[in-house]
């Protein structure tokens, strides 16, 4: 779960026309300036137009960008899993008719082929940056000249930032019958493959992620946010001088749009279709 509060989320996932036409539009839906619509617009999709807590301020909003002709979902972001409440993926095992999962921090799970819903590539980013203060103390030529000859120290203060950045390849396995899988690349081991084991984790993620659909040819791919550039991030402050920013947080928002989307328009892609 994304918040702790009834936010209701409508998401633009394909333009009906040229974002130049629509910026007006949208600027008076949402009380913002042209400009800022255009970059909106611009900026790739799918993406997020509104959050409120009023839904019928979301159904209307709504309403009025179908009848524009975009390509728009609403939906309750209680129902969005966060990649943190999702299994895993620790390792696998290819296993007749489906793949068994051993998720980090939880009981083994197998999936059928037949129950996966849709496969959503991303990527998530983050960027810690840690900033130090460091005090030192320096001889003080002007204070030792108006002193006359007294020796005097002053306090200098210096602050030093270190910043790492990872880029984080994954897929979300939505199912029908549960909530996602997240699969990263770099967190899972790859024995399942068995001698088709790569020397490189990406590789290996690769061949997995084409067995896999090889496997659930009814499962539609999409990896339509590996290149999407507006992603919301969240910034935290997990320690005194420490700052993390994330994009994980923004994407499991837009990969429940994108599920949404291949998998039936409208529709909860963690519910059972009929």
């Not at 002053?154 to 997240?182: D, W």
């Not at 993620?205 to 040819?217: D, G, I, Q, V």
């Amino acid at each position: 779960m994304l918040y702790t509060f009834p936010v209701f989320v409508v998401a633009i996932v394909a333009l009906g026309g040229p974002a130049e036409s629509e910026a007006p539009a949208l600027a008076q839906d949402l009380g913002i300036g042209a400009y800022e619509a255009g970059q909106l617009l611009r900026g790739g999709t799918p993406f997020v137009t509104m959050r409120t807590g009023d839904r019928l301020t979301a159904v209307s909003h709504l309403d009025r960008l179908r009848l524009r002709g975009h390509e728009a979902v609403g939906f309750d972001a209680e129902s969005v899993v966060s990649s943190a409440n999702m299994g895993e993926v620790r390792g696998f095992a290819f296993e007749g008719e489906g793949i068994r999962f051993q998720l980090r921090g939880r009981p083994d799970d197998f999936v059928s082929f037949d129950d996966f819903v849709c496969f959503v590539r991303a990527v998530h980013r983050t960027s810690e940056r840690v900033t130090t203060k460091t005090q030192e103390r320096s001889f003080d030529f002007k204070k030792f000249a108006i002193s006359g000859g007294i020796a005097m120290t002053k306090v200098v203060e210096k602050e030093s930032s270190v910043q790492h950045e990872e880029r984080e390849p994954v897929v979300y396995l939505f199912r029908r019958t549960s909530t996602p899988i997240l699969f990263c690349a770099t967190r899972a081991k790859y024995l399942g493959l068995g001698p088709d084991v790569r020397p490189t984790q990406l590789e290996n993620f690769e061949r997995t992620l084409a067995r896999l659909r090889e496997k659930a040819p009814y499962a539609p791919y999409d990896d339509r946010l590996v290149g999407l550039r507006r992603i919301h991030e969240k910034v935290t402050l997990p320690a005194r001088g420490q700052e993390v920013v994330s994009s994980a947080q923004g994407v499991d928002l837009l990969a429940h749009v994108v599920a949404m989307t291949v998998s039936r328009a409208g529709a909860n892609p963690y519910r059972e279709r009929r």
